[in-house]
Structures are given as C-alpha cells and as structure tokens.
C-alpha cells in the first residue's frame, strides 16, 4: 500500500502552518513551525509569488497531508463527491472524515492520523465485531468500533486515552472509555469539521 514516508514536519513547513501531522509535539517546542517557520530547501526563505492556481494548489495539498491520502486517491475522492448533490467541496470533507482511521483519531483513540493509520493497519481495531485494517474504510452512521482485546493494554492507545480530556471530540462521534469503543453519530458536517481548508479552492483546482 502506498503512503508518504518522509519527515512529517517538512509538510508543515511547506504549508507554513501546523497540520498537526505529529500529535502531541505539535504541540511543544519541539514543532518544527516554532523554529522554522518558512518552507524547506535552500529557496525557502525567498519570496514566493503568488498566483490564483498556487492559493488552489496549496489548499489541496494541504488537505492531502492532513489526512494522509496520495494524489490519485485523494482525486478518487473527489470524483466521488462531484457525482453526489450538494456542495461538492463539503462531500469532499465529509468523505475523507469518514475514514476508518480519521474516525479512530477523531474518537480518541490515537494521538495523530498516522498513528491512527498504523493501529488500523496492524488490526487492532474492529467495526460492528469484524476486524478491518483498511485505514480508508468507510464507516457508516450506527457503527461501533471497538480495540481489539489483544490490543486494550497498548501503550499507544493507553497514551491517547490520557490525552482525550484535553481533546475537543466532534459531536458526530460518541467515545466509551471503559469500553474502548467509539460509536458513529452522524456524518460530520461542514460545522463540526476544524481542517483549516478552503475547499472550494480545491472544487475550483479540480474544475479547471
């Protein structure tokens, strides 16, 4: 399975913002964005211009790396949400929210995205009893997932449990602690989704 295996800080400087790729250490002093606040490479801190395509392909970028998807599936996505009615850059949103390990970070249960991705992929998590290790799983209103039993004293998932006080958990998931088991709600809205993207940015790159 394809994914990005580079430094992680490096997309937050290329962005110029925290994507929050990292967790915790996002978080500290340790952030990248607090020592260098500029792109990467030897052109870095020069002047950038600016131009109408670029704002649209920063903001697709931007919202590739949040939730960890390569080009061609992030376009799968999309092409997905253009046949859907409504707003197509909220289909968009919603589509990429609904991912099993998106889902597992936003319950708690994993401290970042990546985490989240690795816990899946290692079968540590199952949806309605049945164990799925696919991190782009889609779930569906009325599903529990649930840590496997093997998987209920691993230190990564104990860690974020500490961490899911201090975390703002969206309205459209519902998370038992002593279960170890998130509940889908709802489909997220546009409202209760806190990615800093403009997605009619990427509706406008894509239209092109």
């Known amino acids: ?25 996002c978080e500290g002093p340790k952030c990248a964005i607090e020592k260098r606040p500029y792109p990467p490479g030897e052109h870095g801190r020069g002047r950038i211009r600016e131009s109408e395509y ?3 392909l920063r903001e697709k970028q931007k919202a590739r790396r ?3 998807v390569l080009e061609r599936q992030f376009r799968n996505y999309y092409q997905e949400a253009s046949r859907q009615g409504g707003l197509t850059g909220e289909n968009l949103l919603v589509l990429l929210e609904t991912r099993l390990d998106n889902t597992v970070f ?5 401290r970042s ?29 009325g599903d529990v997932i649930t840590v496997r039993d093997r998987a209920r004293n691993f230190v990564p998932i ?4 500490e961490l899911i006080g ?24 546009r409202g209760q989704i806190d990615v800093p993207v403009q997605e009619q940015l990427i509706v406008e790159l894509y239209s092109k």
């Open 54 to 56: 670029l704002l649209q």
């Open 106 to 110: 936003r319950g708690g249960l994993a």
């Open 113 to 141: 995205r990546d985490e989240a991705r690795q816990l899946v992929r290692h079968r540590h998590f199952q949806v309605n009893g049945r164990t799925v290790n696919i991190p782009s799983y889609r779930v569906r209103v």
């Open 66 to 68: 949040i939730y960890g």
């Open 166 to 189: 201090a975390k703002q958990i969206p309205s459209w998931v519902s998370t038992d602690q002593t279960k170890l088991q998130i509940s889908v709600l709802d489909l997220p809205k």
């Open 1 to 25: 399975m394809a994914r990005y295996t580079g430094p992680d800080c490096k997309l937050c400087r290329r962005e110029r913002q925290k994507l929050y790729l990292k967790g915790t250490r």
């Open 158 to 161: 104990l860690g974020s449990l």
